[in-house]
T-cell receptor
Framework: DTEVTQTPKHLVMGMTNKKSLKCEQH?????MYWYKQKAKKPPELMFV???????INESVPSRFSPECPNSSLLNLHLHALQPEDSALYLC????????????FGDGTRLSIL | AQKVTQAQTEISVVEKEDVTLDCVYE???????LFWYKQPPSGELVFLIR??????QNEISGRYSWNFQKSTSSFNFTITASQVVDSAVYFC???????????FGAGTRLFVKA
């Protein structure tokens, strides 16, 4: 079992739907990350929160909206997604500070119809 | 610019064979870290090792060993006596200097056949 929990595991949504991905960790980590991973590719960083503040936004389209309500939770709100957004979305956490190992969740497999 | 190259896209071995996964990196920094992660079919990336650029000693953990050579900018990973459970994609990674971003290699997919 991973220490970073992501829900749901699978999500199928239409292009007009609004949904949210959730991520939770209880390791006391103060940095949390969202990654997007297409098949047979490495993870691509989307967002980083450090101490609940957005630290990095890798020029992600506004149809993806991150939220960090507290130090244990990270959400990714989805709206009006495109078929090319279908991917595995991974959440990770780490101790604050650079060069820290990241602990990943199992991911949410997202399909956009 | 920082870069990580994993030239081996896929490797297939038979159980109990030894296998080495190659990683070559580029950085202008004198101090840096390198990582290896494993991604089994279930999806999550599992942290395997972090190595500081000042420490060139080889590391061994059970059947896993790592060979770090600054002279060739390589950080290779060897699995001894491979097992079916080792089947996964393995990523070598280099954190960006002074930031949270990590540069991942393209990954090497390892198939271990029984």
């Amino acid at each position: 079992d991973t220490e970073v929990t992501q829900t749901p595991k699978h999500l199928v949504m239409g292009m007009t739907n609004k949904k949210s991905l959730k991520c939770e960790q209880h390791m006391g980590h103060r940095a949390m990350y969202w990654y997007k991973q297409k098949a047979k590719k490495p993870p691509e960083l989307m967002f980083v929160y450090s101490y609940e503040k957005l630290s990095i936004n890798e020029s992600v389209p506004s149809r993806f909206s991150p939220e960090c309500p507290n130090s244990s939770l990270l959400n990714l709100h989805l709206h009006a997604l495109q078929p090319e957004d279908s991917a595995l979305y991974l959440c990770a956490s780490s101790h604050a500070g650079f060069n820290q190992p990241q602990h990943f969740g199992d991911g949410t497999r997202l399909s956009i119809l | 610019a920082q870069k990580v190259t994993q030239a081996q896209t896929e490797i297939s071995v038979v159980e109990k064979e030894d296998v080495t996964l190659d990683c070559v990196y580029e950085t202008r920094d004198t101090t840096y870290y390198l990582f290896w992660y494993k991604q089994p079919p279930s999806g999550e990336l599992v942290f395997l090792i972090r190595r500081n650029s000042f420490d060139e000693q080889n590391e061994i953990s059970g059947r896993y060993s790592w060979n770090f050579q600054k002279s060739t900018s390589s950080f290779n990973f060897t699995i001894t006596a491979s097992q079916v459970v080792d089947s996964a994609v393995y990523f070598c990674a280099l954190p960006n200097t002074g930031g949270f971003k990590t540069i991942f290699g393209a990954g090497t997919r390892l198939f271990v056949k029984a």
